[in-house]
């Protein structure tokens, strides 16, 4: 049994339908990407399974327990950890204040998960301090991933976490995801850059006008003939 299954899912917002009948797997400490051009649905799937649309059908599984339509606030107890695209820090907040509210739903802040971001993430302890809406896009980023590890989740959902970043950041974004990875934490990440994402993967998902289009292991995707022609510019 997958760690997280997804099956003939139908969602959306409000009465705007954007899935229909997607199905997605992800196993322990799998690293999966889901890519697609604009509007394909990819974000509406990592917000489904945390449950921030309107759900319409079909069936999300966490772990063997049915979520579908879940409350975020509920969610998150699941061992779920999610880190949007936009608007992922507390601008006000300091840097450690950040990683603090990432264990909110805990009685006190484990120091040995906050001392865990930090080294994972050396540049956070030096500005632990600063306001993080101040920061680099860089650094927010690194910054909205180390509050979402504070619970340690089982599964961490990226949404785009290299959009907007310099070109010479991107490359360090990706690393830091591998390295996630790499201690066991299963990944699920929707990534504008597609033939970087596929390249670093397990497995991959294209999506196009919210339907299931391909599946296959990551590199067999990034050499697929017709998957590059439709989907990463040939």
């Known amino acids: ?10 969602a959306g917002y409000g009465d705007l339908q954007i899935l229909t009948d997607v199905d997605l797997d992800v196993d322990d400490g799998e690293y999966v990407t889901i890519v697609g051009p604009n509007g394909a649905g990819k974000s509406t799937v990592m917000k489904s399974v945390f449950g921030l649309t309107t759900h319409m059908g079909g069936t999300v599984t966490f772990n063997g327990e049915d979520i579908s339509g879940t409350k975020p606030e509920d969610v998150i107890h699941k061992g779920l950890g999610y880190v949007p695209q936009n608007e992922n820090v507390f601008a006000e907040l300091s840097v450690e204040e950040n990683l603090e509210m990432g264990a909110y739903i805990l009685d006190e ?20 301090e600063q306001r993080a809406g101040t920061m680099s896009g860089g650094q927010r980023q690194m910054l909205a991933m180390g509050r979402a590890l504070m619970l340690d989740p089982e599964l961490l959902l990226l949404d785009e976490p290299s959009a907007g970043l310099a070109p010479d950041l991107v490359d360090e974004m990706f690393d830091k995801v591998d390295e996630i990875n790499g201690t066991g934490t299963a990944v699920l990440m929707v990534e504008q850059n597609a033939m970087e994402a596929l390249r670093r993967c397990d497995r991959g998902y294209v999506l196009s006008n919210g ?5 296959d292991e990551g590199t067999a995707l990034l050499n697929d003939e017709e998957v590059r022609r439709e989907f990463l510019g040939g």
């Not at 484990?110 to 302890?125: H, S």
């Not at 339907?211 to 599946?215: F, H, L, T």
Request: proline share 6%.
């Open 109 to 128: 802040v484990p120091q040995d998960a906050l001392r865990m971001v930090y080294d994972r993430f050396p540049i956070l302890e030096e500005r632990r």
């Open 1 to 10: 049994m997958s760690l997280l299954e997804v099956r003939e899912l139908d």
């Open 211 to 215: 339907q299931n289009r391909y599946e």
